[in-house]
């Protein structure tokens, strides 16, 4: 049977056989829980499964999203280790990632764009990235995001705030005529010594600044901050992963934006990368 074991310290997850005299490891990795957006990311780098075990895989990744996803109430994310890649038969495996918007990418895949920013827009717009500067436009940003992203249409000013410091990065493009945010994103990372798991989310546009490009550039910021040259150099790998709206405006032209960075649809990747999502416990943070 099938053990879970989490530390919230030290932010490892272990799984365990356990029989009458002992208990072995048989994974080993660690996770990170964005609490206001309910998501938890888990990044296995050692597993005693072989890729072609189809029972016992089975078994471990239903008990793993299910035990963390019941804890969490979270849409739960688990990246196998990139040995398993390209060796995970599907049609042979029970437990299915059934959520068609899911995108995904690895470093060595990402189309990063040092051109796509605001250079040629800079009497009007301006990036903004420091967390605390962000913080000072939490008024205006839940204002917009109520306006014009469906899901937060029941945000407050504290489930704002919340988001914009559990994030590892956000991002708001500033309209410097009118002295407002008329974008937003934010990327949660889980960082090992060798290895990053991000999830990208909440990336929304004012309704009035649309068809200007802002969406990709602040995609685009999150893949640069992804694929920095410190991090190519010290050889990490890397996946990331998020969830593609699927209403408003944002249903036909977001995929699009993404695809050009290097992102697919799960349903496309097949085995290519082994990540196995779940929402069968997620529960919305804030109704």
């Known amino acids: 049977m099938f053990i879970v074991d989490l530390n919230e310290q030290t932010n490892i997850i272990q799984v365990k056989i356990s029989n009458e005299n002992n208990s072995t490891i048989i994974a080993q990795g660690n ?11 888990i990044l296995f780098n050692h597993i005693k499964i072989a890729p072609n075990n189809y029972q016992e895989l089975d078994q471990f990744l239903s008990i793993v999203h299910s035990h963390v ?14 040995t398993f890649d390209n060796r995970i038969d599907l049609n042979k495996l029970e437990f299915k990632t059934k959520i068609p918007r899911l995108m995904s990418v690895t470093l060595d ?21 420091d967390k605390q500067l962000i913080l000072n436009y939490s008024e205006q ?7 014009d992203a469906y899901w937060a249409v029941n945000w407050n000013l504290e489930e704002m705030r ?11 493009i500033l309209d410097k005529i009118n002295n407002l ?10 960082k090992t010594n060798d290895e990053l798991f991000g999830y990208l989310s909440d990336i929304a546009i004012d309704s009035s600044h649309q068809s200007k490009g802002l969406g990709k ?11 920095d040259h410190d991090m190519r150099q010290r050889g990490i790998n890397g996946t990331l992963c998020l969830q593609c709206v699927d209403r ?19 349903d496309d990747i097949g085995n290519r990368i082994s990540i196995f999502a779940n929402k069968d416990y997620y529960v919305r943070s804030f109704e």
Do not use: W
């Open 181 to 190: 945010p008329c974008g937003f994103g934010r990327l949660f990372l889980l």
């Open 217 to 227: 550039i602040i995609a685009n910021y999150f893949v640069g901050i992804s694929v």
């Open 141 to 147: 940003l839940v204002k917009m995001m109520n306006r």
């Open 248 to 266: 408003g405006s944002g249903a036909s032209f977001a995929p699009k934006i993404y695809k050009k960075l290097g992102f697919e649809f799960i």
């Open 109 to 129: 895949h990402l189309k990063y764009s040092p051109d796509n920013n605001l250079s040629d827009k800079q009497e009007q717009y301006e990036l903004i990235t």
């Open 69 to 82: 996803g019941k804890l969490y109430k979270s849409f739960t994310c688990i990246r196998l280790p990139a």
């Open 31 to 41: 996770f990170a829980v964005d609490k206001p957006d309910r998501v938890a990311l």
């Open 162 to 172: 919340n988001r914009i410091n559990s994030a590892t990065n956000n991002v708001i």
